[in-house]
């Protein structure tokens, strides 16, 4: 007896089919990876199991018994517990680490009337102690980076006791060796008899984890594999489309230089960088969480100060005091969390589409004060055309749409303008490989602009960039270009 069984789960939204007759089965001590591009359904699929949708047909067992949860609590009250890609809802500002962790446990009336902040400083530490992980317990929950956050959620999720722990792309924001513990997590938890649903776009998750992978596209069944698991064959059934056809043409001949680094350092111990980016060029760094690929761009689009050095944009000195500084420059950015710097909350007026590609270009659009919808929808329409956004409309609120489409989104907002610098900051967190492929064609197509790239995955590096970088420490090594351009190398830093 399966210990969840999903048998041909339909939901569709008004005239969207988000699932159409998908099944899954998970045993006791099993990984099970969901595949499937952005918008196939696989969240959709989640929310189901979790208690937020109610499919319109089909039928799931849990335990051999019918399973219904008509709220996330109702599901992890019976053992199903996820970990969402986004984690603004683990906790928020002004909560410690410590709080957040037992945060559960104050909603649901599990903590004594009267606590002392010993008492949940003491239990927090035994719930991070289980889960493997070493997060300040003091620290203000509102100042962790992405990859924290997501250490707290998991670690919160594993205190439940859940027999089936969902993992929505738990290693999006970790380091190696983060990646690595949490790998070792999730093994002890197999070996516990515990059923693990993985859900990731990283072939590394799942060749380390996974013991079946299944694949979904248009919101059915497309596919199954078990070990040895065929990736490629996986990634093709996935997208629906050759590999070696998607991957883009390299450039080895580039125009102007558009960005100069001239022995700028990051931090005032740190090593000088030079570095040159030309017209046309996509270089990317790569390297572990804090090597400084972050501070960089964020430096460069005027959220950071750069310690020492000079910076040429275009041959002349650039020292952006702010990121409306950097953007009145043509130097954009698009930074790692997408949900916390990008996008508005969902109950904004301005969460759609049309109004999240115009939001940093209504001074220059509206210079009147005066706001018409026709600028605004005739982008979203160009955009979701171009970027190939699944979407009903312009007006479609960004929190309708998959991680991939959110993300194609945000990068519309910078193709609304012209720019000279574009920065990327894991712009492929969360991103299915389909979607991944349109969005790299997006950036590539630019000849008059140049792109930098930050990203923790060398092999993202290496798909969508003319040239490497490795950042260790705060300091880059140069590993050359990708293709044809090697001879370029004495050229750059």
Do not use: C
């Not at 986004?86 to 104050?106: I, K, P």
């Not at 960039?465 to 190398?489: F, I, K, P």
């Amino acid at each position: 007896m399966a210990l969840l069984d999903i048998q041909n789960l339909s939901l569709a939204f008004g005239s969207t089919q988000a699932l159409a007759g998908a099944s899954l089965t998970i045993d006791r001590g099993e990984i099970v990876a969901l595949m499937g591009a952005n918008g196939a359904g696989k969240s959709t699929l989640v929310k189901i199991v979790s208690g937020i949708h109610r499919a319109d047909s089909g039928k799931i067992l849990w335990n051999g018994s019918d399973y219904r949860a008509d709220h996330p609590a109702a599901a992890s009250a019976q053992g199903i517990v996820t970990v969402h890609q986004s984690t603004d809802v683990v906790g928020v500002a002004g909560l410690s680490v410590a709080d957040a962790l037992l945060l559960n446990h104050f909603v649901d009336g599990r903590q004594p009337f009267f606590l002392s902040k010993r008492s949940v400083r003491r239990q927090a530490a035994a719930i991070l102690s289980e889960a493997g992980f070493n997060l300040p317990l003091d620290r203000d929950f509102g100042e962790l980076g992405t990859a924290d956050r997501q250490m707290v959620a998991i670690a919160r999720a594993l205190s439940n006791k859940a027999q089936l722990l969902i993992l929505d792309e738990p290693t999006a924001s970790l380091s190696a060796r983060e990646t690595g513990r949490l790998y070792d997590i999730v093994r002890q938890l197999k070996s516990r008899g515990l059923g693990v649903l993985y859900i990731s776009h990283r072939t590394a998750d799942l060749d380390a984890l996974a013991d079946r992978v299944v694949i979904l596209r248009g919101g059915r069944n497309v596919g199954a594999f078990s070990r040895p698991i065929d990736f490629n064959a996986a990634i093709e059934t996935m997208i629906g489309r050759s590999m070696t056809a998607a991957r883009p043409h390299r450039r080895d001949q580039f125009d102007q230089t558009v960005l100069e680094l001239q022995g700028v350092r990051l931090l005032e111990d740190s090593p000088p960088i030079d570095l040159k980016l030309r017209a046309g060029e996509v270089v990317a760094i790569t390297g572990v969480l804090g090597a400084g690929k972050s501070r960089l761009l964020s430096a460069l689009f005027g959220i950071e100060r750069f310690a020492g050095g000079n910076v040429l944009l275009a041959g002349a000195d650039f020292r952006p005091a702010s990121p409306a500084d950097a953007i009145a420059h043509g130097v954009v950015m698009a930074a790692a969390d997408r949900h916390r710097s990008s996008l508005m909350p969902s109950d904004w007026p301005g969460e759609s589409i049309a109004a999240t590609i115009s939001l940093p270009h209504l001074k220059q659009w509206y210079p009147s004060g005066f706001l018409f919808s026709g600028r605004e929808s005739r982008e979203g329409d160009r955009a979701i055309r171009r970027l190939g956004i699944k979407a009903r409309g312009p007006d479609a609120s960004v929190w309708s749409l998959s991680g991939g489409n959110q993300q194609k989104v945000v990068l519309a907002r910078w193709e609304a303008e012209p720019s000279r610098l574009l920065l990327l900051d894991e712009p492929f967190q969360g991103v299915d490989v389909g979607a991944r492929q349109d969005i790299i064609t997006a950036i590539r197509a630019h000849s008059d602009r140049a792109t930098l790239i930050a990203t923790s995955d060398p092999e993202e590096a290496l798909e969508v960039a003319d040239r490497v970088l490795v950042m260790e420490h705060h300091a880059l090594r140069d590993v050359g270009q990708t293709s044809a351009g090697d001879r370029q190398n004495e050229e750059y830093a």
